[in-house]
Protein backbone atom coordinates (compact mmCIF):
# COMPACT_ATOMS: atom_id res chain seq x y z
CA UNK A 1 0.00 0.00 0.00
CA UNK A 2 1.10 3.42 -0.62
CA UNK A 3 2.09 5.62 1.92
CA UNK A 4 -1.08 8.19 1.46
CA UNK A 5 -2.78 5.02 1.61
CA UNK A 6 -1.62 3.46 4.73
CA UNK A 7 -4.66 3.15 6.83
CA UNK A 8 -4.33 5.41 10.36
CA UNK A 9 -5.17 3.32 13.58
CA UNK A 10 -6.98 6.45 14.69
CA UNK A 11 -8.51 9.21 13.15
CA UNK A 12 -10.60 12.49 14.10
CA UNK A 13 -13.30 14.06 11.76
CA UNK A 14 -13.54 17.85 13.45
CA UNK A 15 -15.96 20.47 12.32
CA UNK A 16 -17.69 23.41 13.34
CA UNK A 17 -20.26 22.02 15.54
CA UNK A 18 -19.68 18.29 15.77
CA UNK A 19 -23.85 18.31 14.68
CA UNK A 20 -23.73 17.29 10.99
CA UNK A 21 -20.24 17.08 8.67
CA UNK A 22 -18.19 15.36 11.20
CA UNK A 23 -20.56 12.49 12.88
CA UNK A 24 -21.89 11.61 9.23
CA UNK A 25 -18.14 10.80 8.34
CA UNK A 26 -17.51 9.35 11.60
CA UNK A 27 -20.71 6.96 11.34
CA UNK A 28 -19.79 6.48 7.55
CA UNK A 29 -16.20 5.48 8.39
CA UNK A 30 -16.93 3.13 11.17
CA UNK A 31 -19.01 1.42 8.31
CA UNK A 32 -16.17 1.57 5.18
CA UNK A 33 -12.78 1.05 7.46
CA UNK A 34 -11.77 -2.08 9.38
CA UNK A 35 -13.31 -2.26 12.92
CA UNK A 36 -10.15 -2.10 14.53
CA UNK A 37 -9.22 1.58 13.10
CA UNK A 38 -10.35 4.27 15.88
CA UNK A 39 -12.97 6.63 14.38
CA UNK A 40 -14.83 9.34 16.30
CA UNK A 41 -15.80 13.03 15.61
CA UNK A 42 -15.62 16.19 17.19
CA UNK A 43 -16.55 19.92 17.15
CA UNK A 44 -14.45 23.40 17.63
CA UNK A 45 -17.86 23.86 20.40
CA UNK A 46 -21.21 22.13 20.69
CA UNK A 47 -24.27 21.68 18.47
CA UNK A 48 -27.81 20.21 18.78
CA UNK A 49 -28.22 16.89 17.10
CA UNK A 50 -29.36 17.30 13.34
CA UNK A 51 -32.40 15.25 12.65
CA UNK A 52 -31.50 15.33 8.95
CA UNK A 53 -28.35 13.33 9.71
CA UNK A 54 -30.28 10.74 10.93
CA UNK A 55 -32.72 10.84 8.29
CA UNK A 56 -29.84 10.60 5.61
CA UNK A 57 -27.99 8.04 7.44
CA UNK A 58 -31.02 5.91 8.01
CA UNK A 59 -31.78 5.99 4.16
CA UNK A 60 -28.05 3.50 3.85
CA UNK A 61 -28.86 1.75 6.44
CA UNK A 62 -26.51 3.55 9.16
CA UNK A 63 -27.41 5.61 12.62
CA UNK A 64 -26.24 7.45 15.35
CA UNK A 65 -27.90 5.71 17.77
CA UNK A 66 -27.71 7.96 21.20
CA UNK A 67 -24.81 9.51 19.75
CA UNK A 68 -24.54 13.26 20.92
CA UNK A 69 -22.07 16.03 19.73
CA UNK A 70 -18.97 16.82 21.63
CA UNK A 71 -16.17 19.35 21.60
CA UNK A 72 -12.96 18.63 21.19
CA UNK A 73 -12.04 18.86 24.45
CA UNK A 74 -14.18 16.62 25.93
CA UNK A 75 -12.31 13.94 24.30
CA UNK A 76 -10.94 11.22 26.61
CA UNK A 77 -7.82 10.56 24.03
CA UNK A 78 -6.51 13.71 22.52
CA UNK A 79 -3.89 11.99 20.02
CA UNK A 80 -4.61 10.70 17.05
CA UNK A 81 -2.70 9.34 13.79
CA UNK A 82 -4.95 11.76 11.46
CA UNK A 83 -7.14 14.59 11.93
CA UNK A 84 -9.64 15.51 9.00
CA UNK A 85 -10.98 18.91 9.15
CA UNK A 86 -14.35 19.52 7.46
CA UNK A 87 -14.89 23.53 7.77
CA UNK A 88 -12.26 26.50 8.27
CA UNK A 89 -12.61 26.94 11.63
CA UNK A 90 -12.26 23.37 12.39
CA UNK A 91 -9.00 23.21 10.16
CA UNK A 92 -7.78 26.07 11.83
CA UNK A 93 -8.44 24.95 15.45
CA UNK A 94 -6.54 22.07 14.40
CA UNK A 95 -3.66 23.30 13.05
CA UNK A 96 -2.84 25.01 16.25
CA UNK A 97 -4.01 22.38 18.71
CA UNK A 98 -1.42 20.06 16.58
CA UNK A 99 1.23 22.35 15.73
CA UNK A 100 3.81 20.88 18.48
CA UNK A 101 2.77 17.47 17.41
CA UNK A 102 3.12 14.48 15.20
CA UNK A 103 -0.01 14.50 13.84
CA UNK A 104 -1.58 14.86 10.35
CA UNK A 105 -3.99 16.92 9.36
CA UNK A 106 -6.08 16.63 5.92
CA UNK A 107 -8.68 19.55 5.12
CA UNK A 108 -11.65 17.93 3.22
CA UNK A 109 -13.53 21.23 2.50
CA UNK A 110 -17.61 20.17 2.83
CA UNK A 111 -20.40 22.22 2.33
CA UNK A 112 -22.30 22.76 5.76
CA UNK A 113 -25.87 21.83 4.17
CA UNK A 114 -27.54 23.38 7.48
CA UNK A 115 -28.34 26.74 5.66
CA UNK A 116 -30.67 25.39 2.69
CA UNK A 117 -33.87 26.38 3.01
CA UNK A 118 -37.07 25.04 1.11
CA UNK A 119 -38.96 22.02 1.13
CA UNK A 120 -38.27 18.96 3.17
CA UNK A 121 -36.81 17.55 0.19
CA UNK A 122 -34.65 20.94 -1.19
CA UNK A 123 -33.27 20.03 2.21
CA UNK A 124 -32.62 16.48 2.11
CA UNK A 125 -31.32 15.91 -0.67
CA UNK A 126 -28.05 18.76 0.06
CA UNK A 127 -28.25 16.26 3.34
CA UNK A 128 -27.75 13.45 0.73
CA UNK A 129 -25.01 15.25 -1.42
CA UNK A 130 -22.98 16.11 2.17
CA UNK A 131 -23.16 12.45 2.71
CA UNK A 132 -22.35 10.71 -0.46
CA UNK A 133 -19.14 12.82 -0.73
CA UNK A 134 -17.99 11.83 2.56
CA UNK A 135 -18.99 8.83 1.52
CA UNK A 136 -16.89 9.14 -2.09
CA UNK A 137 -14.55 10.88 0.01
CA UNK A 138 -13.61 8.24 2.78
CA UNK A 139 -13.67 5.54 -0.05
CA UNK A 140 -10.96 7.03 -2.25
CA UNK A 141 -9.15 8.39 0.87
CA UNK A 142 -8.44 4.82 2.80
CA UNK A 143 -9.62 1.99 -0.12
CA UNK A 144 -6.63 0.93 -1.57
CA UNK A 145 -6.37 0.92 -5.54
CA UNK A 146 -9.26 3.37 -5.14
CA UNK A 147 -8.84 5.55 -7.86
CA UNK A 148 -7.30 9.07 -6.88
Do not use: K
Not at 7 to 21: D, K, T
Not at 49 to 67: C, H
Not at 103 to 131: C, F, H, K, N, Q
Request: proline fraction near 7%.
Amino acid sequence: MEESRRLPRSILFLCGMNAIRSPMAEALARYILPADTFVTSAGVRAGDPDPFVEAVLQEIGLTLGERHPHEWDELEDAYFDLIITLAPEAHHAALELTRTSAVDVEYWPTADPSGITGTRDRVLDAYRDVRDRLESHIIRRFTAGAPD
